[in-house]
Structure formats: C-alpha cells, structure tokens
C-alpha cells in the first residue's frame, strides 16, 4: 500500500503564494466543498485537515519504519514494529474515511505539506546528529520524535471526534464516529506508551551510573542497551 | 520505453575507484565532427559539479557517521566523474571558444527542455531564460571574432543560430523578481522534475564558468562583457532553483539527483556519435545506478521510505537530446522579447509602472554603460558589421535585424 503522496500515485495539491501545481493535479477550494456535504461544516477546510491527518499518519508510519530498523533494543523494536502496522491501518481507516465523506486521499492539502515538513524535521532530528551523542541517547532522539509523533496523532484523532460531534446525523457522522471508534483508544494507548517508555528511559539512565560511562565501547553500550528493560515490565 | 534504475545493480559504488591514468583522458579534438559531443560533455560536467556541491553541502548538515561516510565515498567517485568527463575539453580551445560550447548548451538544452516540459509553469520559465541565454551566445560571438578573429559558426557547425535575443541590458532584474513560485513534490510530473534539476546544475556551472574564467582576460571588453554575463547566469540559477521544492529532505534530494544522473547518462548513451565517449557515458550510467541504489539505501534505512514510492516506475522513455531547435527558438523570441518579471510573474515591459523597480535597477545597473553593448558597438566598429549565423533568415524581430548596409 502506498504511504506516500507523489505524481505517479495520483497526488494533487492547491496552488499556495509561493506553490504552483500543474493545472491538470490542481484542486481548488470550489472542488473541495463538496466535502463532507450537508453537515454544515466549511468543506474545504475538512479536506485540507484530513488530508493533514493522513500525511501525519503516513509519516508516522515511516518514523515507526526507520526507528524499528535503528534501535539496539529489542523489546523497543518489537514495539516500534507493532505500533507502525497499527498506524500502517490507520492510514488506510482515514484514506476511507476520507473517500467516505467524498474526498480524494491523493489530495495534499498545504497543511499536510507543513505537517510533512515538521514530521520530518522530527524524523532527521533522530538521526542527523547522530554522531553528537552516545548510543543511549540515539534511543532518547528516537523516542522523542515518536512523542512527538504521538502527541499530534493523539490531538488530530481526538480533534477529528470533536468534529464528528458537531456533524448532524447522517452518513459523514457515521463515517467520522466509525473511524475515531476504531483508531482513537490505539492513539491514547500509543501516546501514553510513548511518554511512559521516555520517562522510563530516562529513569533507568539516572539511576545507573554505568549507563552512560564516558569510554564505554560500542559493544558495551549495544549490550547495555539491548538488555535495558530485561528486569521490568515494559509499559504497554 | 525507459527503465526502472531500481531494478538494476548498476557497479557497486567499492568497485568505482579510478587510477589517475584513467581519468587523464585523451581530450576530444577541438572541432569534432559533432559538436553536440562538446555540449554532452559541458552539460555532464555541470552536473558532476552539482552532484559533489550538493553532497558538500549535505555533509555538512549532518554527523551521521553512517552517513557522512557513504557521501563522502560518492561523492570522491562523482569528483572523479567530473574530471574524466570535463578532461575531455580540448586544451587547445581558448576560454571563450568553450564559452561559445556553454552558450550552445544553453540554447539547445533549454529548448529542448521547454518544448518537451509536460507543465506550463515551468515551460514558461525556460522559455524565458532562453532567449537571454541566446542573446548571451551572440554578445560572446561579437567577442569572438573581435579579440580572436573567430567565427562562432565554425564551433556551432551551424546548429544553433547566432542573433540577437532579449538583449543582455535588460536582463538586469532587480532580484526579488528573480523567484519563482516553485513545484510542488507531490504532484510535480517526474519528468519535469528531471528537467528542472537538469538546468539548475547547467546554469549553476555556467555561472561557475564565467565567475572564475572572466578575470582571466586582458581585453578590457571581455573582462566587462563575463563580468556582466555571469551576474545574468546568477540570476538564471536563482530563477532555476527557486523552482524546486524546499520541502524535499536532504536524503529525498539526494535520491533525486542520483536518479537524474542515472537519466541524462543513459541520455547521453543514446545518441552519443563519438563511440569513445558513448563508453565513457555508459561506464558513469553504472556508477549512477550504484549510488542511486545507495542513496535508496539509506532513504529506506534512515527515513523508513521506500524509493519506489518516491520516484516513478520507470525514467522517461525519451532521452534528453541535443539536437538543433531553430524554429523553437525563433518563435519564443517573436512572441516573449519584451516579457518581464514582476515578483513572481511574468508581465510585458509595457504593463511595468514608471516606477517599477526594474527601471530603478536598470538605471543603477547599466548607468555606467553596458558591455554587452559595447562589445556589439566596437565588433561593427571593427568589421563594419556585428556578428551572426542566421541560417534560417533575418532575426525574426525587425528592431533585431542587422542595419541595412551591414550585411
């Protein structure tokens, strides 16, 4: 399935001041209003956030990808591994949802390109300095961008109930309060893994001395690293 | 049909290492039979320059070891590209006969590219760099023949028409009409994204070129005349590079110039007629593939993307070509001589107020006199007519037309 929006997936986009789209991929905010119809809302404006939702999802899956390949650590990878196919079927829960309310989950609203921007500002920021810090840390970058990561989801999945909320019945409400049944309880089980798994980390750090010993070999740091949650439950 | 670079190995970039014998090649005569070959080599060696630029500038974004190493072993095989591609330049040809081989390149390429660019926008800003850059090859053939008695035709073999374009003077833009509104990643046509990474890199090079070589000069004329073009060529690259988009990452780009490589060698393979550089060509297509399926590597390793979901499934089944593009040429000037640019537009000059800020920049410009006026003015003085090839009639524009009397 694809998790990128590009030319030869049949991704289209809004001309912005500074962003120009060839007319035959051009939408404009006259299409986009037929977007969740009837509901009263403004329908461009739904368009553009789910479409910013769906990029956040899609780059989650990618960030989840790339952290599950670089951790030393197995119960993360693990972890990193199921919370990517979990996020991998929420991309596809909105892409239906989006196709639900009568859009095209190939548009990329300019929200979404500033949301890909800051996911992969977040996602570089985990291994572009790499060389600045110790392999424990590493795990640290990792896992802050995936807070990150889990903090925005958690908001847009709890964001998208309020807007199914305030839709009068009828099919764009079922659609919206069908999705957010199904992803939004995995959102708040991901984000509080994410923030309780940081704040353990950081914990077992402080409390041990040999953890982060200036000298410490590679495969020292990998040893410690692999086994850091060996004697105790691992959140989630 | 073309191919999908993924779906090959290419040679494995710890196998590309070369001795210094081998990049020492035996340079090209200095009027080959073709002169396309000389642009082949122009246009290759500017994107050798771009390819080891961009990793410079990518290193220095990151400490990624892992990173870092893996450009750092590319980006010596790209250098090593660059001067087996750029040692085929005859020695023997003096620093304005190659620029005569630039500006020909950059006729023929951005003509080329603008009648094969699928996206108005873009067309449209490669129509309007060309007639500039047509006008810069006929200022550089007045020089030609003024300081060396050179006949610009004899480099061109008649291919490219020499006469005037929007004249160099009013090239002088102030630069913040120089932006464009740039393409965006997700719905850029992958051909026009390979065109536009294309010129960027050969405008790059010519400003390079002119930047570095004018001073080499003792003719007072020519000094001024690469000093005033190559500010033009800054323009070009500021008007080019505006148009891609910032939102790509360092390893996506990277991932896009490795394609483009793997193109415009396979390109340059196809219709390459000197059966020596055809070898050259296809040996740095491998090499291309290699980092390309590196650059892949470390996009699915680091960022969790896959390239196939980033570039298309196959590259453009049509290569680029250098081939001749008169009539093109000749009907761009006699509808876009007096366009302008105003922010991020394109306007006629007459629809720019008095106190537009281009007449403001021209005044400061061009107050002290123009060189690409002069070297004109002194080349009729001289010969008693200015310079051309037009091998297709009188320049389409009648204010363009040679004097009557002159001929």
């Known amino acids: 399935m694809p998790t990128n929006a590009a030319y030869h997936l049949g991704a289209t986009s809004k001309p912005m001041p500074m962003v120009y789209v060839d007319p035959e991929r051009a939408v404009t905010d006259e299409q986009l209003a037929a977007v969740a119809e009837g509901t009263g809302l403004n329908g461009a404006f739904i368009a553009d956030v789910l479409s910013d939702a769906l990029m956040h999802e899609r780059c989650g899956f ?97 964001t998208m109930a309020a807007l199914g909320a305030a839709c009068p019945d009828g099919p764009v409400k079922d659609a919206m309060v069908r999705a957010v049944e199904q992803v939004l309880p995995q959102e708040e089980e991901h984000v509080t893994w994410a ?36 004697d105790a439950p691992v959140p989630g | 049909m073309g191919f999908n670079p993924l779906e090959h190995e290419g040679i494995p970039v710890d196998q590309q290492f070369r001795s210094w014998k081998e990049l020492n090649v035996d340079p090209l005569p200095a009027r080959p039979d073709d002169p396309y070959t000389m642009t082949r080599v122009i246009l290759m060696n500017g994107i050798e320059v771009e ?3 961009f990793s410079h500038q990518f290193a220095r974004h990151t400490d990624n070891p892992e ?39 950059a006729v023929d390429l951005t003509a080329w590219l603008a009648r094969n660019e699928p996206d108005p926008h873009l067309k449209q800003a490669l129509d309007f760099a ?44 102030h630069p913040v009409d120089e932006l464009r509104r740039h393409y965006a990643t997700q719905t850029v046509n992958p051909l026009s994204r390979l065109h536009v990474m294309t010129i960027v890199a050969a405008e790059q090079q010519t400003m390079n070129y002119y930047m570095n070589t004018g001073p080499d000069f003792i003719e007072p004329i020519a000094r001024s005349l690469y000093l005033e073009i190559a ?19 360092w390893l996506a780009n990277l991932l896009y110039h490795e394609a483009t490589e793997v193109y415009l060698y396979w390109s340059m393979f196809q219709q390459e007629s000197d059966p020596r550089v055809k070898q050259l060509w296809e040996l740095h297509l491998n090499f291309e593939i290699g980092h390309l399926q590196e650059a892949a590597r470390m996009l699915r390793r680091f960022e969790g993307r896959e390239p196939e979901e980033l570039l298309p499934p196959e590259l453009p089944g049509i290569p680029l070509t250098f081939e001749t593009n008169k009539d093109y040429v000749r009907s761009v000037l006699a509808a876009q001589l007096d366009l302008r640019t105003d922010e991020e ?27 690409s006026e002069d070297v ?14 037009e091998t297709e009639g009188p320049n389409p524009i009648v204010d363009l037309r040679q004097p009557a009397g002159q001929a």
């Open chain 1, 62 to 158: 990618h960030l989840y990808r790339s952290v599950a390949g670089r951790t030393n650590n197995p119960i993360l990878k693990r972890r990193y591994q199921e919370l990517g196919d979990e996020t991998l079927t929420h991309v596809t829960v909105l892409e239906e949802l989006i196709a639900a309310v009568g859009g095209d989950p190939g548009y990329v609203s300019p929200a979404a390109r500033g949301t890909e921007k800051l996911d992969m500002g977040a996602l570089e920021g985990s291994f572009m300095l790499s060389g600045s810090v110790d392999l424990m840390t590493q795990e640290l970058m990792m896992l802050n961008a995936v807070v990150l990561a889990e903090a925005i989801d958690h908001a847009n999945w709890e």
């Open chain 1, 195 to 230: 923030r309780d798994m940081r704040q353990r980390m950081i914990l077992l750090q402080a409390q041990s001395k040999a953890m982060t010993r200036v000298g410490a070999t590679m495969e020292t740091m990998v040893a410690r690293i692999s086994s850091m949650f060996d």
């Open chain 2, 51 to 53: 390819a080891a630029m």
């Open chain 2, 67 to 105: 990173i870092k190493r893996s450009l750092a072993v590319s980006r010596r095989i790209e250098q090593q590209q660059q001067k087996a591609v750029n040692w085929l330049l005859p020695g023997e040809n003096s620093v304005l006969e190659t620029t005569i081989g630039y500006e020909q390149v």
């Open chain 2, 130 to 173: 060309l007639l500039e850059d047509f006008d810069h090859l006929y200022r550089y053939s007045n020089l030609y023949e003024m300081i060396q008695s050179g006949r610009a035709a004899e480099l061109t073999k008649g291919l490219t028409e020499i006469t005037p374009g929007r004249p160099t003077f009013a090239h002088h833009r």
């Open chain 2, 231 to 249: 500010q033009v060529e800054e323009q070009h690259v500021s008007h080019y590079e505006s148009l891609l988009d910032p939102l790509d990452s």
């Open chain 2, 345 to 371: 537009d394109y306007v006629p000059v007459d629809d720019l107020p008095a106190d537009h800020r281009f007449f403001a920049f021209q005044d400061k410009a061009n107050g002290d006199g123009v060189p």
């Open chain 2, 376 to 389: 004109i003015t002194q080349n009729v003085e001289a010969n008693g007519r200015d310079y051309r090839d």
